[in-house]
Structure formats: C-alpha cells, structure tokens
C-alpha cells in the first residue's frame, strides 16, 4: 500500500531565467577542470545549508571512459564545489534491473571519489519508494519514486552525453529515470501506443515523468560520449566537454548541438518543451562562452535497420516493447561472432520479439513471454523481458540437445 504523494515542481532558484535559461560549456580541459568552471559560472549560494542529491549515469557496471557511465572525475569536481558552497552532498543511484550498484559504482570508479572524499553512496533502491501521482501525464498517471528525490532540497542530474536506440539521445531529463525505483522503470518500457499519437509511448512517458521529477541542474559529461547504438552497445566518443544549466532542457538542447543533432529531433524533449517543462529553442537560450559551438564533434546516429549491423540476422518484432529490444540489440552487440556457433547448419539466423501473429520459420529463436505462442517451433526463451543470460543459457541448453541427438 502506497502513500500517493504530489510532487510539486517548486520554483527553482538556480534558474535565473525561465524565458531565456542560461547554459554554460567548457571545453578542452578534462572532466574535473571542465566541471568546475562550468559550476563557477553558476550562481550556488542557493545551496548553502541545504541537502544536494548528485544522480550520476551509473545504471550499469562498466569502467570510465566507456561512455556507458558518467566519468567520475565530473562527479568529484561537483562534491567539491557543492561543498565548497556550503551544502551537504550525496550521491544516489538506481540502477537498470539485475545490476549491483554497488558493484557498478566500483567499476565507474564513483566509489574511489566518494570514498576520497567522505561523501556518501546511496543505493537508492533500498527502502520503499514514494508513490507520486502525474497529474498531466498521457501514458502514466503515477511514479514510483526513490525517496531521496522527495527528500533532498536539490537534486543535480549528471548524465553522460550519448545517443540512445529508444529515445535519439539520453542526457539530463531522460537521467532522472533512473530516480524511479527498482524495476517500476521498465514499465516506461511496456506501455501501450497512445491512440492518435505518431510518437513512441517510451518517448511520450518520459515527457510525462519530466512534468513532476525534474533536476534543479543539470551537468553534463560529454568527456566521452556515446556513439550509436547507446545507452550500451554503441561506440565511446570523446569530445572532452561539460555542459551545465538550470533548466536540463535547455542543457539538452545545448548537448544535442554539440552532438550534431537537434533538441527538436528527440521526442521526449520535443514534447516536454512543447508542454512548457523547459526550453529548447536555441535562439532563446543564453549560451556562454560565445563560441561554444567550437566544441562539437557529429556523434553517429543509432542505426535505424538493424540488419545493417547484425547481417544474416533477421529480427521478426511485432508489437513488442523497447524492454524486449533492448536485451535483444544489447545480446547481439556482445555475441553478434559466437550466436552463428549455435546455429553450425544455417547461414542465416531468425529471431522474433512481440506479440507475432504470423508463422515463423521452424529453429527461430524466441526472445520473450510474447512469443511463447510459438514455442513448439524454436528456441524458447521465457522472461518479460528476458536478460542476455537467458538467451545464452537457452542456446547453450539448444546445442547440447542437438549434440545428444547425433
Ligand atoms: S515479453 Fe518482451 S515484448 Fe512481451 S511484454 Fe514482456 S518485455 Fe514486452
């Protein structure tokens, strides 16, 4: 039984201007010196006396300078400069479902500089979560909120610059769901189409998450970035910046830029700004230093045909969701060379995702409950969504039958 709390969206007194938001970038001088100067250039005597949450990108185990996770030298400069403005600091994550997060803040490198610094680590998983009701909300009408969120006065987004397969691009807005807890974060992930809408109901959620979790800052590490196909399976892109505002979409908008694409381009953006959440009009933000643009440098785009990447794979997807795609790309990213070992006989490999109404070849493997229909023709493997383990363990379970029937 859950408490439905409201979440108001209190005026934010780092945001010196809600019509033309400021934004600040530096460039050129490594992750812990490019922070601090973008942070010198924000006005932080609001802070003093207060409680700071820093919500980095660690929802996956991987190492600094992956692009996977926010490099921990950004993060160290913020608990010193947050410090140094009086306030008390922590660092909170909730990691995506079946990760450790206190293995992945080891990975990241995130525990050495808290550790160094006497700061704490929240696992914010660990107590119950605030029920939060979404009083604009399309697609959700209610969160499942990790509980600092609710008690830290300022909450500082922290993600690292990348392009996501789902979403075009994952910065500050998108970050904040990871302050949703446990795995009520796949459920963005599950939800149906919105009748009358072109837009992703993924994309849709997250616009509706940003009317009541918003960062009162955003920094973001573009030290290195990801290319591709993020938020995991892409490739690392250095660009050596931090980007910093109090309004994360027009923080967005600016690392969109420097990424070589558009705020208007990516749908959970375009449609927050739309509803009044942020800015993302470029000719309405002042950026500083004027030759901000300097710093950018294309990243790929994800691919929008799979089988460009995966060749000789055939991806049967049919209403499924983006929880579903996930495993599968992030699966196939890791095991693209060895899957073909498992299949000795066939040059080409079928595999299906959703709700398939339609046959399917006889040996096709099965990612998903949503494919349990089909079960008696292929490889079967169970979970909504399933994890990589599952796929291997099912292949691997596949090619000893095969070798006990010869
Ligand atoms: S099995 Fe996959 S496609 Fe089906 S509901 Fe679960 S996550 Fe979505």
């Known amino acids: 039984m859950y408490i439905l709390a409201q979440m108001e969206i209190a005026n934010n007194p780092l945001l010196s201007s809600s019509t033309h938001p400021s934004v600040f970038v530096a460039h050129g001088s490594g992750p812990y010196d490019n922070t601090r100067r973008v942070l010198e250039s924000v006005e932080l005597s609001p802070v003093r006396?207060?409680?700071v949450l820093l919500k980095p990108n660690v929802g996956r185990v991987a190492s600094p300078g992956s692009g996977i996770v926010t490099h921990p030298e950004v993060v160290a400069a913020a608990i010193d400069v947050?410090?140094?403005?009086?306030?008390?600091?922590?660092?909170?994550?909730?990691?995506?479902?079946?990760?450790d997060v206190q293995e992945a803040f080891e990975a990241a490198g995130m525990k050495a500089v808290a550790d160094k610094r006497d700061c704490p680590l929240i696992d914010m998983d660990r107590r119950p979560c605030v029920k939060v009701s979404v009083p604009e909300g399309k697609v959700i009408h209610s969160l499942k909120v990790c509980p600092e969120?609710?008690?830290?006065?300022?909450?500082?987004?922290?993600?690292?610059?990348?392009?996501?397969?789902?979403?075009?691009?994952?910065?500050a807005v998108k970050n904040m769901k990871?302050?949703?807890w446990r795995r009520s974060k796949v459920e963005l992930h599950m939800l149906p189409a919105l009748a009358g809408s072109t837009d992703k109901p993924l994309n849709?959620?997250?616009?509706?998450?940003?009317?009541?979790?918003?960062?009162?800052?955003?920094?973001?590490?573009?030290?290195?970035?990801?290319?591709?196909?993020?938020?995991?399976?892409?490739?690392?892109k250095?660009?050596?910046?931090?980007?910093v505002g109090a309004d994360a979409f027009a923080a967005d908008a600016v690392a969109c830029q420097l990424m070589g694409t558009a705020a208007e381009q990516i749908p959970h953006l375009r449609l927050g700004a739309e509803r009044g959440y942020g800015v993302i009009d470029l000719d309405r933000l002042d950026v500083t230093p004027n030759d901000w643009r300097d710093a950018a440098s294309p990243f790929a785009a994800p691919p929008e045909n799979l089988t460009i990447e995966f060749p000789?794979?055939?991806?049967?997807?049919?209403?499924?969701?983006s929880a579903c795609q996930s495993t599968l790309i992030l699966f196939l990213s890791r095991y693209k060379d060895r899957i073909f070992d498992y299949f000795p006989s066939q040059g080409k490999i079928h595999i299906a995702i959703g709700k398939n109404e339609?046959?399917?070849?006889?040996?096709?493997?099965?990612?998903?409950?949503?494919?349990?229909?089909?079960?008696?023709?292929?490889?079967f493997v169970p979970g909504c969504p399933p994890v990589g383990s599952q796929i291997l363990a099912a292949l691997t379970d596949h090619k000893h039958d095969q070798n006990e029937e010869k």
């Open 49 to 51: 006396g207060k409680r």
């Open 312 to 321: 000789n794979i055939t991806v049967t997807d049919q209403n499924s969701c």
């Open 358 to 379: 339609t046959e399917l070849p006889e040996g096709t493997l099965l990612v998903g409950n949503c494919t349990a229909n089909h079960r008696d023709k292929g490889i």
């Open 82 to 99: 947050f410090r140094e403005a009086g306030a008390e600091v922590a660092v909170g994550e909730s990691p995506i479902v079946g990760v």
């Open 178 to 180: 990871g302050c949703l």
């Open 149 to 171: 969120v609710m008690e830290f006065d300022f909450v500082v987004s922290i993600p690292v610059m990348k392009r996501h397969m789902h979403t075009g691009a994952t910065l």
């Open 238 to 243: 250095s660009l050596d910046a931090v980007v």
């Open 204 to 236: 849709i959620a997250i616009a509706d998450m940003s009317s009541v979790l918003r960062p009162d800052l955003a920094i973001i590490d573009g030290t290195v970035g990801m290319e591709g196909l993020g938020p995991s399976a892409g490739r690392p």
